[in-house]
């Protein structure tokens, strides 16, 4: 274990002791970013930590693992990721979505973890669009 928590953060504080291991599910669970089945068979990210003076567990999906690293470089706060992506893509409006569209790293995400990504992408597209008629 470490003491350097870098990539697991809740509630924005960081871990006093933190670990995080790859793992094949003997049983089925649930991810804490995308609230997905984890089934028997399947590989997740288990980490656990200290963090405000409490253990504290998370499992997560390769899928949102993935995202994770690719778009905050790992670190976010637990539960909170895909609602974090949402604003990371829809805060620089139509040009942020469209530039959004044209980076590469996308290429990085696993098919479901990119058509999600996609997804949320193409809602907050039609948000902004609905909003311009309106004006």
């Known amino acids: ?15 006093d002791v933190y670990a995080k291991d790859t793992r094949k599910a003997r049983e089925q669970h649930k991810c804490c970013e995308c609230s997905r089945n984890i089934k028997t ?6 980490e656990k930590g200290i963090w405000d003076g409490r253990w ?9 693992m993935r995202v994770r690293d690719v778009y905050f470089g790992g670190a976010i706060v637990f539960g909170r990721m895909w609602d974090d992506f949402r604003e990371k893509v829809s805060e620089g ?12 790293r996308h290429e ?19 948000k902004i669009k609905q ?5």
């Open 1 to 15: 274990m470490s003491n350097k928590a870098w990539s697991g953060c809740t509630e924005g504080t960081m871990a």
């Open 41 to 46: 068979g399947e590989y997740y990210i288990f």
């Open 56 to 64: 504290r567990l998370y499992k997560t999906c390769i899928d949102c």
């Open 93 to 104: 409006g139509k040009e942020g979505i469209l530039e959004f569209y044209d980076d590469l």
């Open 108 to 126: 990085r995400l696993t098919k479901r973890g990119r058509d999600v990504a996609f997804r949320m992408a193409e809602k907050e597209m039609k």
């Open 131 to 135: 909003n311009e008629r309106r004006k």
